[in-house]
């Protein structure tokens, strides 16, 4: 009796650790810095999902920067899931977050592969930021020892 309370409870266990194993990667979401102005990415952003992969817009708000899409996995066309991309501007950078919460994250990591490389086909290589050209810039020469003169005899 013991023995078999014993099997039930680890098999019980078993099948709890194995449902939260499968559901784990569901409600992920991927990010990525964008290079581009906020309207840039937004723009390209619903381009790429609506253009170039044909899914459906459900919802959009160029202000706030985001949308809502019905996206339809590869294989399983009549059973479309939603999904989200969103566009945050801060002061030094543009995050895009794509968000497909009943898919596993490589979908999400593909939808975000290929709008960067949208991006970068649509707009060209990013013009650099004041912030970022500065540091390229070699230091300039300052002419000398602090309080006298380089110049020696």
């Known amino acids: 009796m013991k023995k078999a309370r014993a099997i039930w409870l680890g098999a019980g266990l078993l099948a ?48 706030v920067g985001y949308f809502l899409f019905r996206y339809e996995p590869p294989g399983r066309k009549n059973a479309p899931t939603s999904g989200s991309i969103e566009v945050i501007e801060s002061k030094e950078r543009v995050k895009v ?18 709008l960067m490389k949208k991006l970068r086909t649509e707009y060209g290589e990013p013009v650099k930021k004041k912030k970022d050209r500065d540091k390229d810039k070699p230091p300039e ?13």
């Open 16 to 63: 709890a650790a194995a449902a939260v194993l499968a559901s784990t990667g569901a409600s992920a979401r991927v990010e990525a810095d964008s290079d581009y102005s906020k309207a840039q990415t937004y723009n390209g952003a619903l381009r790429y999902v609506r253009v170039d992969l044909g899914y459906e817009i459900v919802e959009k708000d160029p202000d």
């Open 97 to 114: 977050v794509v968000q497909l919460p009943q898919m596993p994250t490589y979908h999400e990591t593909t939808l975000r592969d290929g």
């Open 141 to 153: 020469a300052d002419g000398g020892v602090e309080g006298g003169s380089s110049f020696t005899p």
